[in-house]
Protein backbone atom coordinates (compact mmCIF):
# COMPACT_ATOMS: atom_id res chain seq x y z
CA UNK A 1 0.00 0.00 0.00
CA UNK A 2 1.71 3.60 -0.81
CA UNK A 3 2.41 5.12 2.22
CA UNK A 4 1.12 8.64 2.92
CA UNK A 5 3.21 11.29 2.53
CA UNK A 6 3.48 13.29 5.71
CA UNK A 7 3.80 17.09 5.52
CA UNK A 8 6.97 18.50 5.64
CA UNK A 9 7.04 20.57 9.75
CA UNK A 10 10.05 22.37 11.67
CA UNK A 11 10.29 20.42 15.26
CA UNK A 12 11.97 22.67 18.31
CA UNK A 13 12.84 19.98 21.11
CA UNK A 14 12.76 21.68 24.15
CA UNK A 15 14.61 19.49 26.97
CA UNK A 16 16.60 17.63 23.47
CA UNK A 17 18.85 15.86 26.42
CA UNK A 18 16.64 14.51 28.83
CA UNK A 19 15.83 11.41 29.32
CA UNK A 20 12.51 10.77 27.09
CA UNK A 21 14.23 12.93 24.12
CA UNK A 22 17.06 10.45 23.87
CA UNK A 23 15.15 7.26 25.18
CA UNK A 24 12.07 7.41 23.07
CA UNK A 25 11.65 10.68 20.63
CA UNK A 26 14.71 10.92 18.77
CA UNK A 27 14.41 6.85 18.18
CA UNK A 28 10.93 7.29 17.11
CA UNK A 29 12.00 10.21 14.50
CA UNK A 30 14.47 7.83 13.46
CA UNK A 31 11.83 5.16 12.63
CA UNK A 32 9.81 7.24 10.99
CA UNK A 33 12.75 8.33 9.00
CA UNK A 34 13.49 4.58 7.81
CA UNK A 35 9.48 3.91 6.94
CA UNK A 36 9.90 6.74 4.81
CA UNK A 37 7.30 8.42 7.10
CA UNK A 38 9.62 12.03 7.49
CA UNK A 39 8.82 14.60 5.11
CA UNK A 40 12.47 15.31 3.19
CA UNK A 41 11.91 18.60 4.18
CA UNK A 42 11.20 18.24 7.75
CA UNK A 43 14.08 19.59 10.34
CA UNK A 44 14.84 19.23 13.50
CA UNK A 45 16.21 21.42 16.43
CA UNK A 46 17.52 20.37 19.54
CA UNK A 47 17.01 23.17 22.31
CA UNK A 48 18.86 22.61 25.77
CA UNK A 49 20.94 24.88 27.86
CA UNK A 50 23.96 23.28 27.47
CA UNK A 51 26.45 24.37 25.17
CA UNK A 52 26.81 22.39 22.47
CA UNK A 53 28.07 21.68 18.84
CA UNK A 54 25.67 20.51 16.34
CA UNK A 55 27.97 18.17 15.60
CA UNK A 56 28.36 17.51 19.32
CA UNK A 57 24.83 17.16 19.59
CA UNK A 58 24.35 14.32 16.46
CA UNK A 59 26.80 12.46 18.00
CA UNK A 60 25.10 12.41 21.48
CA UNK A 61 21.60 11.46 19.33
CA UNK A 62 23.80 8.80 17.51
CA UNK A 63 24.74 7.36 20.60
CA UNK A 64 21.12 6.92 22.16
CA UNK A 65 20.11 5.33 18.75
CA UNK A 66 23.02 2.80 19.03
CA UNK A 67 21.70 2.20 22.30
CA UNK A 68 17.64 2.38 21.91
CA UNK A 69 17.20 0.80 18.42
CA UNK A 70 17.78 -2.86 17.62
CA UNK A 71 20.81 -3.90 15.74
CA UNK A 72 18.87 -5.29 12.77
CA UNK A 73 16.98 -1.92 12.71
CA UNK A 74 19.57 0.46 12.29
CA UNK A 75 20.71 1.51 8.92
CA UNK A 76 23.96 3.38 8.23
CA UNK A 77 22.13 5.60 5.48
CA UNK A 78 19.73 6.18 7.21
CA UNK A 79 21.17 7.32 10.36
CA UNK A 80 22.96 9.44 8.31
CA UNK A 81 20.26 10.88 6.66
CA UNK A 82 18.38 11.59 10.08
CA UNK A 83 21.57 12.78 11.55
CA UNK A 84 21.91 15.77 8.94
CA UNK A 85 18.06 16.80 9.78
CA UNK A 86 19.10 17.88 13.49
CA UNK A 87 20.48 21.43 14.62
CA UNK A 88 21.01 21.83 18.06
CA UNK A 89 20.23 25.54 19.70
CA UNK A 90 21.68 26.27 23.02
CA UNK A 91 18.81 28.42 24.46
CA UNK A 92 17.98 29.86 28.11
CA UNK A 93 14.47 29.03 28.32
CA UNK A 94 13.72 31.49 30.95
CA UNK A 95 15.18 34.18 28.85
CA UNK A 96 12.74 35.60 26.30
CA UNK A 97 15.56 37.17 24.02
CA UNK A 98 17.50 34.29 23.16
CA UNK A 99 14.41 32.69 21.13
CA UNK A 100 15.88 35.28 19.15
CA UNK A 101 17.49 32.23 18.01
CA UNK A 102 14.61 29.94 17.23
CA UNK A 103 13.19 32.79 14.78
CA UNK A 104 16.65 33.06 13.00
CA UNK A 105 16.76 29.40 12.64
CA UNK A 106 12.71 29.46 10.65
CA UNK A 107 14.19 32.29 8.80
CA UNK A 108 13.01 31.35 5.02
CA UNK A 109 10.32 28.66 6.35
CA UNK A 110 7.17 28.68 5.61
CA UNK A 111 5.82 24.84 6.87
CA UNK A 112 4.52 24.48 10.35
CA UNK A 113 5.80 24.64 13.79
CA UNK A 114 5.70 22.07 16.01
CA UNK A 115 7.37 22.98 19.88
CA UNK A 116 7.68 19.50 21.65
CA UNK A 117 8.15 20.07 25.45
CA UNK A 118 10.17 17.54 26.48
CA UNK A 119 10.94 19.66 29.56
CA UNK A 120 9.19 19.87 33.59
CA UNK A 121 5.23 20.80 33.20
CA UNK A 122 6.45 23.70 35.20
CA UNK A 123 8.19 25.28 32.60
CA UNK A 124 5.44 24.60 29.53
CA UNK A 125 3.89 28.58 30.51
CA UNK A 126 6.99 30.90 30.45
CA UNK A 127 7.95 29.04 27.33
CA UNK A 128 4.63 29.18 25.55
CA UNK A 129 4.69 32.97 26.46
CA UNK A 130 8.33 33.49 25.59
CA UNK A 131 7.64 31.69 21.80
CA UNK A 132 4.73 33.76 21.28
CA UNK A 133 6.73 37.61 22.39
CA UNK A 134 9.58 36.81 20.66
CA UNK A 135 7.76 36.46 17.44
CA UNK A 136 7.86 32.68 16.92
CA UNK A 137 4.50 31.57 16.35
CA UNK A 138 1.75 31.70 13.84
CA UNK A 139 -1.69 30.08 13.41
CA UNK A 140 0.03 26.76 12.10
CA UNK A 141 2.20 26.59 14.99
CA UNK A 142 1.48 22.85 17.25
CA UNK A 143 2.09 22.48 20.58
CA UNK A 144 3.01 18.75 22.34
CA UNK A 145 3.03 18.19 25.74
CA UNK A 146 3.92 15.52 28.08
CA UNK A 147 1.53 13.96 30.94
CA UNK A 148 1.28 14.72 34.01
CA UNK A 149 -1.39 17.59 33.19
CA UNK A 150 -1.25 18.94 36.60
CA UNK A 151 -1.80 17.29 39.81
CA UNK A 152 -5.36 17.76 40.43
CA UNK A 153 -8.48 19.31 38.99
CA UNK A 154 -6.94 22.90 40.06
CA UNK A 155 -3.29 22.47 38.60
CA UNK A 156 -4.26 21.63 35.86
CA UNK A 157 -6.45 24.19 35.04
CA UNK A 158 -3.69 26.69 35.67
CA UNK A 159 -1.57 24.53 32.97
CA UNK A 160 -3.98 24.64 30.35
CA UNK A 161 -4.81 28.07 31.00
CA UNK A 162 -1.43 29.11 30.53
CA UNK A 163 -0.85 26.82 27.42
CA UNK A 164 -4.13 27.92 26.25
CA UNK A 165 -3.42 31.49 26.07
CA UNK A 166 -0.75 31.39 23.31
CA UNK A 167 -2.24 28.37 21.61
CA UNK A 168 -5.58 27.44 20.49
CA UNK A 169 -7.29 24.07 21.31
CA UNK A 170 -6.66 23.12 17.66
CA UNK A 171 -3.36 23.89 17.90
CA UNK A 172 -2.13 21.85 21.46
CA UNK A 173 -1.61 17.46 21.24
CA UNK A 174 -1.57 16.35 25.21
CA UNK A 175 0.15 13.49 24.72
CA UNK A 176 -1.12 10.16 26.63
CA UNK A 177 1.19 7.50 25.24
CA UNK A 178 -1.19 4.57 25.94
CA UNK A 179 -2.87 5.84 23.14
CA UNK A 180 -0.33 5.67 20.90
CA UNK A 181 -0.37 1.68 21.23
CA UNK A 182 -1.39 -0.17 18.34
CA UNK A 183 -3.68 -2.67 20.57
CA UNK A 184 -5.23 0.21 22.10
CA UNK A 185 -5.97 1.99 18.56
CA UNK A 186 -7.16 -1.67 17.83
CA UNK A 187 -10.32 -1.13 20.23
CA UNK A 188 -11.96 1.18 18.00
CA UNK A 189 -11.62 -1.67 14.81
CA UNK A 190 -12.81 -4.74 17.36
CA UNK A 191 -15.86 -2.64 18.68
CA UNK A 192 -16.45 -0.85 15.72
CA UNK A 193 -15.67 -2.99 12.40
CA UNK A 194 -16.78 -6.36 14.09
CA UNK A 195 -20.83 -6.54 14.61
CA UNK A 196 -20.24 -9.90 16.12
CA UNK A 197 -19.15 -8.36 18.73
CA UNK A 198 -20.31 -4.71 18.69
CA UNK A 199 -23.46 -5.60 18.64
CA UNK A 200 -23.06 -7.44 22.29
CA UNK A 201 -21.10 -4.68 23.90
CA UNK A 202 -24.20 -3.39 26.21
CA UNK A 203 -25.57 -4.27 29.67
CA UNK A 204 -27.82 -7.13 28.61
CA UNK A 205 -24.87 -9.05 27.29
CA UNK A 206 -21.74 -8.21 29.59
CA UNK A 207 -21.84 -8.93 33.04
CA UNK A 208 -18.40 -7.14 33.95
CA UNK A 209 -15.19 -6.11 32.53
CA UNK A 210 -11.73 -6.30 33.85
CA UNK A 211 -9.05 -3.85 32.97
CA UNK A 212 -5.82 -4.33 34.30
CA UNK A 213 -2.70 -2.72 33.71
CA UNK A 214 0.55 -4.35 35.57
CA UNK A 215 4.01 -3.37 35.79
CA UNK A 216 7.27 -5.25 37.11
CA UNK A 217 9.12 -2.27 37.93
CA UNK A 218 9.40 -0.31 40.75
CA UNK A 219 10.48 3.18 41.14
CA UNK A 220 13.84 2.95 39.16
CA UNK A 221 14.97 6.04 40.92
CA UNK A 222 12.07 8.20 40.30
CA UNK A 223 11.08 8.12 44.27
CA UNK A 224 11.32 12.22 44.22
CA UNK A 225 8.48 12.29 41.16
CA UNK A 226 6.29 9.27 42.21
CA UNK A 227 6.21 9.92 45.83
CA UNK A 228 4.28 13.17 45.46
CA UNK A 229 1.89 11.26 42.21
CA UNK A 230 1.42 7.51 43.25
CA UNK A 231 -0.17 4.96 41.18
CA UNK A 232 -3.73 6.83 41.35
CA UNK A 233 -2.18 9.81 39.69
CA UNK A 234 0.85 8.18 37.73
CA UNK A 235 -1.53 5.49 35.99
CA UNK A 236 -5.27 5.58 36.54
CA UNK A 237 -5.81 9.40 35.96
CA UNK A 238 -4.68 8.82 32.37
CA UNK A 239 -3.44 5.83 30.95
CA UNK A 240 -6.08 3.36 32.39
CA UNK A 241 -8.94 6.35 32.14
CA UNK A 242 -8.23 6.56 28.10
CA UNK A 243 -8.27 2.56 28.27
CA UNK A 244 -11.69 2.50 29.47
CA UNK A 245 -12.96 5.09 27.56
CA UNK A 246 -11.86 3.64 24.84
CA UNK A 247 -14.08 0.01 26.16
CA UNK A 248 -17.14 1.88 27.10
CA UNK A 249 -17.68 5.15 24.86
CA UNK A 250 -20.38 5.06 22.84
CA UNK A 251 -19.60 4.39 18.64
CA UNK A 252 -18.69 8.16 17.39
CA UNK A 253 -19.85 8.99 14.25
CA UNK A 254 -16.29 8.55 12.48
CA UNK A 255 -12.53 8.49 12.98
CA UNK A 256 -12.55 12.43 13.61
CA UNK A 257 -10.84 13.60 16.71
CA UNK A 258 -14.02 15.48 17.88
CA UNK A 259 -16.33 12.84 17.65
CA UNK A 260 -14.03 10.45 19.59
CA UNK A 261 -12.88 12.49 22.36
CA UNK A 262 -16.46 14.09 22.87
CA UNK A 263 -17.59 10.18 22.91
CA UNK A 264 -14.54 9.64 25.71
CA UNK A 265 -15.54 12.57 27.74
CA UNK A 266 -19.26 11.56 28.13
CA UNK A 267 -17.87 8.25 29.47
CA UNK A 268 -15.73 10.21 32.30
CA UNK A 269 -18.35 12.30 32.91
CA UNK A 270 -20.85 9.20 33.75
CA UNK A 271 -18.45 7.66 36.25
CA UNK A 272 -20.34 7.40 39.30
CA UNK A 273 -18.15 9.34 41.89
CA UNK A 274 -17.28 6.54 44.90
CA UNK A 275 -17.37 8.64 48.08
CA UNK A 276 -18.53 7.83 51.83
CA UNK A 277 -18.33 3.82 52.75
CA UNK A 278 -17.49 2.74 49.29
CA UNK A 279 -14.09 4.05 49.58
CA UNK A 280 -13.26 1.38 52.03
CA UNK A 281 -14.83 -1.13 49.70
CA UNK A 282 -14.98 0.03 45.87
CA UNK A 283 -11.00 1.22 46.11
CA UNK A 284 -8.27 -0.74 47.17
CA UNK A 285 -4.86 1.09 47.38
CA UNK A 286 -1.83 -1.00 48.20
CA UNK A 287 2.22 -0.32 48.66
CA UNK A 288 4.77 -2.38 47.64
CA UNK A 289 7.17 -4.70 50.44
CA UNK A 290 9.83 -6.61 49.65
CA UNK A 291 9.46 -9.59 47.39
CA UNK A 292 10.52 -11.14 44.51
CA UNK A 293 9.86 -10.44 40.48
CA UNK A 294 11.39 -13.14 38.69
CA UNK A 295 13.31 -15.20 41.55
CA UNK A 296 15.15 -11.89 41.84
CA UNK A 297 15.00 -10.46 45.65
CA UNK A 298 13.50 -6.77 45.62
CA UNK A 299 13.54 -4.13 48.46
CA UNK A 300 10.32 -2.62 48.89
CA UNK A 301 8.83 0.97 48.20
CA UNK A 302 9.88 2.32 51.42
CA UNK A 303 13.28 0.75 51.36
CA UNK A 304 14.13 2.53 47.93
CA UNK A 305 16.55 4.72 47.01
CA UNK A 306 15.63 8.22 48.08
CA UNK A 307 12.78 6.96 50.28
CA UNK A 308 11.14 8.78 53.30
CA UNK A 309 9.76 6.09 55.75
CA UNK A 310 6.99 7.72 56.50
CA UNK A 311 5.23 8.10 53.31
CA UNK A 312 1.86 6.46 52.31
CA UNK A 313 1.97 6.62 48.55
CA UNK A 314 0.11 3.86 46.74
CA UNK A 315 1.85 1.58 44.33
CA UNK A 316 -1.00 -0.48 43.33
CA UNK A 317 -5.25 0.38 43.37
CA UNK A 318 -7.42 -1.40 41.98
CA UNK A 319 -11.33 0.01 41.74
CA UNK A 320 -14.54 -1.36 41.35
CA UNK A 321 -15.89 1.48 38.46
CA UNK A 322 -19.76 2.11 37.65
CA UNK A 323 -21.00 3.76 34.73
CA UNK A 324 -23.96 5.16 34.94
CA UNK A 325 -25.69 5.66 31.57
CA UNK A 326 -27.72 3.70 29.22
CA UNK A 327 -25.76 1.43 27.67
CA UNK A 328 -23.60 0.35 30.92
CA UNK A 329 -25.59 0.70 34.18
CA UNK A 330 -25.10 -2.10 36.70
CA UNK A 331 -21.76 -3.47 34.83
CA UNK A 332 -19.03 -3.30 37.13
CA UNK A 333 -15.57 -2.15 35.40
CA UNK A 334 -12.92 -3.41 37.80
CA UNK A 335 -9.86 -0.98 36.94
CA UNK A 336 -6.43 -2.17 38.64
CA UNK A 337 -2.79 -0.98 38.46
CA UNK A 338 0.40 -1.75 40.04
CA UNK A 339 3.86 -1.49 40.23
CA UNK A 340 5.77 -4.76 41.32
CA UNK A 341 3.85 -7.31 40.14
CA UNK A 342 4.60 -10.56 38.77
CA UNK A 343 4.68 -9.69 35.13
CA UNK A 344 4.26 -7.19 32.79
CA UNK A 345 0.73 -7.00 31.43
CA UNK A 346 -1.76 -4.86 30.10
CA UNK A 347 -5.44 -6.40 29.05
CA UNK A 348 -9.07 -6.37 29.19
CA UNK A 349 -11.47 -9.07 30.05
CA UNK A 350 -15.12 -8.88 28.34
CA UNK A 351 -16.74 -11.24 30.66
CA UNK A 352 -20.00 -12.05 28.49
CA UNK A 353 -23.18 -13.49 30.36
CA UNK A 354 -24.37 -16.95 30.09
CA UNK A 355 -27.85 -17.52 28.61
CA UNK A 356 -30.78 -17.87 31.23
CA UNK A 357 -31.40 -21.61 29.95
CA UNK A 358 -29.26 -24.57 30.05
CA UNK A 359 -29.93 -27.60 28.66
CA UNK A 360 -26.46 -28.94 29.56
CA UNK A 361 -25.51 -30.30 32.65
CA UNK A 362 -23.33 -28.40 35.16
CA UNK A 363 -23.21 -24.74 35.09
CA UNK A 364 -21.75 -23.35 31.63
CA UNK A 365 -19.32 -20.84 31.82
CA UNK A 366 -20.18 -17.30 29.85
CA UNK A 367 -17.75 -16.45 27.30
CA UNK A 368 -15.13 -14.48 28.07
CA UNK A 369 -13.04 -12.18 25.76
CA UNK A 370 -9.60 -11.30 26.69
CA UNK A 371 -7.89 -8.71 24.42
CA UNK A 372 -3.83 -8.74 25.18
CA UNK A 373 -2.82 -4.94 25.09
CA UNK A 374 0.61 -6.11 26.00
CA UNK A 375 3.18 -7.69 25.43
CA UNK A 376 1.93 -10.79 23.31
CA UNK A 377 -0.88 -8.80 21.77
CA UNK A 378 -3.78 -10.46 20.52
CA UNK A 379 -7.32 -11.67 21.75
CA UNK A 380 -8.68 -15.20 22.86
CA UNK A 381 -12.50 -15.83 23.20
CA UNK A 382 -12.99 -18.26 25.03
CA UNK A 383 -16.01 -20.47 24.11
CA UNK A 384 -18.41 -23.94 25.43
CA UNK A 385 -17.47 -26.85 23.26
CA UNK A 386 -18.67 -30.21 23.74
CA UNK A 387 -16.04 -32.47 25.68
CA UNK A 388 -14.76 -35.09 22.94
CA UNK A 389 -14.87 -39.04 23.26
CA UNK A 390 -17.89 -41.28 23.70
CA UNK A 391 -17.51 -40.92 27.40
CA UNK A 392 -17.58 -37.29 27.86
CA UNK A 393 -21.61 -37.62 27.29
CA UNK A 394 -23.00 -33.38 27.08
CA UNK A 395 -20.45 -32.25 29.48
CA UNK A 396 -18.91 -28.99 28.71
CA UNK A 397 -15.33 -27.66 28.51
CA UNK A 398 -13.98 -24.19 27.70
CA UNK A 399 -12.19 -23.97 24.44
CA UNK A 400 -10.21 -21.05 22.90
CA UNK A 401 -10.04 -19.04 19.79
CA UNK A 402 -7.15 -17.16 19.61
CA UNK A 403 -5.52 -13.77 17.18
CA UNK A 404 -2.24 -13.61 18.25
CA UNK A 405 -0.90 -10.37 16.38
CA UNK A 406 2.65 -11.19 15.83
CA UNK A 407 1.89 -14.65 13.86
CA UNK A 408 -1.30 -13.70 12.29
CA UNK A 409 0.35 -10.46 10.71
CA UNK A 410 4.12 -11.02 10.64
CA UNK A 411 4.78 -8.68 7.83
CA UNK A 412 3.70 -5.49 10.58
CA UNK A 413 6.54 -4.19 12.85
CA UNK A 414 4.74 -2.98 16.25
CA UNK A 415 5.78 0.71 16.18
CA UNK A 416 6.68 2.25 19.42
CA UNK A 417 3.75 4.19 20.69
CA UNK A 418 5.85 7.78 19.84
CA UNK A 419 6.06 6.58 16.99
CA UNK A 420 2.43 6.88 16.13
CA UNK A 421 2.23 9.80 18.02
CA UNK A 422 4.68 12.18 16.72
CA UNK A 423 3.09 11.03 12.95
CA UNK A 424 -0.06 12.33 14.01
CA UNK A 425 1.06 15.29 15.10
CA UNK A 426 2.93 16.11 11.81
CA UNK A 427 0.30 15.10 9.80
CA UNK A 428 -1.85 17.31 12.32
CA UNK A 429 -4.52 15.24 13.71
CA UNK A 430 -5.72 15.18 17.08
CA UNK A 431 -7.50 11.93 17.51
CA UNK A 432 -4.99 10.37 19.56
CA UNK A 433 -4.54 13.11 21.96
CA UNK A 434 -6.28 14.15 24.79
CA UNK A 435 -8.53 17.25 25.02
CA UNK A 436 -8.82 19.70 27.66
CA UNK A 437 -11.94 18.46 28.60
CA UNK A 438 -11.08 15.06 29.19
CA UNK A 439 -8.47 15.78 30.80
CA UNK A 440 -10.43 18.15 33.59
CA UNK A 441 -13.53 15.56 33.52
CA UNK A 442 -10.73 12.68 34.71
CA UNK A 443 -9.20 14.98 37.47
CA UNK A 444 -12.93 15.31 38.45
CA UNK A 445 -13.23 11.65 39.18
CA UNK A 446 -10.00 11.18 40.68
CA UNK A 447 -9.80 14.54 43.06
CA UNK A 448 -13.30 12.88 44.71
CA UNK A 449 -11.01 9.55 45.70
CA UNK A 450 -8.33 11.40 46.73
CA UNK A 451 -10.39 13.68 48.66
CA UNK A 452 -12.22 11.10 50.47
CA UNK A 453 -9.00 8.95 51.21
CA UNK A 454 -7.54 12.29 53.26
CA UNK A 455 -10.91 12.68 55.02
CA UNK A 456 -11.38 9.39 56.13
CA UNK A 457 -7.15 9.05 57.18
CA UNK A 458 -7.48 5.74 54.51
CA UNK A 459 -3.99 4.34 54.09
CA UNK A 460 -2.42 1.77 51.61
CA UNK A 461 -2.07 -1.79 52.25
CA UNK A 462 1.52 -3.27 51.97
CA UNK A 463 1.51 -6.27 49.64
CA UNK A 464 4.88 -8.07 48.38
CA UNK A 465 6.25 -7.23 45.53
CA UNK A 466 5.67 -9.86 42.81
CA UNK A 467 2.34 -10.90 43.79
CA UNK A 468 -0.83 -9.13 42.98
CA UNK A 469 -1.66 -6.64 44.96
CA UNK A 470 -3.19 -6.67 48.77
CA UNK A 471 -6.00 -10.27 49.45
CA UNK A 472 -8.64 -7.01 49.35
CA UNK A 473 -8.21 -6.64 45.70
CA UNK A 474 -9.64 -10.46 45.14
CA UNK A 475 -12.31 -9.97 47.76
CA UNK A 476 -13.74 -6.70 46.19
CA UNK A 477 -14.21 -8.69 42.97
CA UNK A 478 -15.01 -12.50 44.62
CA UNK A 479 -17.67 -10.49 46.75
CA UNK A 480 -19.87 -9.52 43.73
CA UNK A 481 -19.55 -13.09 42.50
CA UNK A 482 -16.75 -12.22 40.40
CA UNK A 483 -13.03 -13.06 39.78
CA UNK A 484 -9.91 -11.28 38.26
CA UNK A 485 -9.35 -13.54 35.22
CA UNK A 486 -5.75 -15.45 35.93
CA UNK A 487 -3.29 -14.70 33.68
CA UNK A 488 -1.44 -17.55 32.47
N1 LIG B 1 11.00 10.13 30.76
C1 LIG B 1 9.84 9.56 30.49
O1 LIG B 1 9.73 8.35 30.18
C2 LIG B 1 8.57 10.33 30.54
C3 LIG B 1 8.58 11.70 30.71
N2 LIG B 1 7.40 12.41 30.71
C4 LIG B 1 7.40 13.87 30.80
O2 LIG B 1 8.28 14.38 29.81
C5 LIG B 1 8.91 15.55 30.25
C6 LIG B 1 10.43 15.34 30.21
O3 LIG B 1 10.75 14.28 31.08
P1 LIG B 1 12.21 13.67 31.19
O4 LIG B 1 12.86 13.65 29.88
O5 LIG B 1 12.05 12.40 31.92
O6 LIG B 1 12.92 14.70 32.15
P2 LIG B 1 14.47 15.02 32.23
O7 LIG B 1 14.65 15.73 33.51
O8 LIG B 1 15.29 13.86 31.91
O9 LIG B 1 14.64 16.04 31.03
C7 LIG B 1 14.14 17.34 31.07
C8 LIG B 1 15.06 18.19 30.24
O10 LIG B 1 14.64 19.53 30.42
C9 LIG B 1 15.77 20.33 30.67
N3 LIG B 1 15.44 21.47 31.54
C10 LIG B 1 14.77 21.43 32.69
N4 LIG B 1 14.67 22.68 33.20
C11 LIG B 1 15.29 23.51 32.30
C12 LIG B 1 15.50 24.91 32.24
N5 LIG B 1 15.06 25.73 33.18
N6 LIG B 1 16.17 25.38 31.17
C13 LIG B 1 16.62 24.58 30.22
N7 LIG B 1 16.45 23.24 30.22
C14 LIG B 1 15.79 22.72 31.25
C15 LIG B 1 16.74 19.45 31.38
O11 LIG B 1 18.01 19.99 31.16
P3 LIG B 1 19.29 19.55 32.01
O12 LIG B 1 19.69 18.26 31.40
O13 LIG B 1 20.22 20.68 31.73
O14 LIG B 1 18.85 19.50 33.43
C16 LIG B 1 16.51 18.12 30.70
O15 LIG B 1 17.34 17.95 29.58
C17 LIG B 1 8.37 15.82 31.65
O16 LIG B 1 7.26 16.68 31.52
C18 LIG B 1 7.91 14.44 32.11
O17 LIG B 1 6.88 14.53 33.08
C19 LIG B 1 6.20 11.78 30.54
C20 LIG B 1 6.13 10.41 30.38
C21 LIG B 1 7.30 9.58 30.40
O1 LIG C 1 3.48 7.01 32.05
C1 LIG C 1 3.98 6.08 32.63
O2 LIG C 1 3.96 4.87 32.02
C2 LIG C 1 4.87 3.84 32.40
C3 LIG C 1 4.31 2.54 31.82
O3 LIG C 1 4.27 2.64 30.41
P1 LIG C 1 4.35 1.31 29.50
O4 LIG C 1 4.22 1.83 28.11
O5 LIG C 1 5.69 0.69 29.79
O6 LIG C 1 3.24 0.43 29.92
C4 LIG C 1 5.00 3.76 33.91
O7 LIG C 1 6.00 2.83 34.27
C5 LIG C 1 5.36 5.13 34.46
O8 LIG C 1 5.41 5.07 35.89
C6 LIG C 1 4.34 6.14 34.04
O9 LIG C 1 4.79 7.44 34.41
Not at 73 to 102: C, G, P, T, W
Not at 220 to 232: M, P
Amino acid sequence: MAVEQTPAVDIALFGALGDLALRKLFPALYHLDREGLLNEGTRIAGLARHEMSAEEFRNTVAAALEKRVKADEREESVIKRFLARIDSIRLDFMNVESYAQIVEWRKGRTVPLVVYMSVPASLFGTISQHLQTAGCLDDTSRIVVEKPIGYDLKTSIELNDSIGSVFDETGIYRIDHYLGKDTVQNLLALRFANPIFGNQWNRDNISYVEITVAETVGIEGRWGYFDGAGQLRDMLQNHVMQVLCMTAMEPPASLDADSIRAEKVKVLKALRPITGDALRTNVIRGQYAAGQIDGQAVPGYLEEEGANTASSTETFVAIKAEIDNWRWKGVPFYLRSGKRMPRKETQIVIHFRQQEHNIFPGAAAGNKLVIRLQPDEGLTLEVQAKDGGLNAGENLVTGEMKLDFKTAFPQARIPDAYERLILEVMRGRQYLFVRRDEVEASWTWIDTLQDGFAEQGLKPEAYAAGSWGPKSANEMVTRDGNAWKEFF
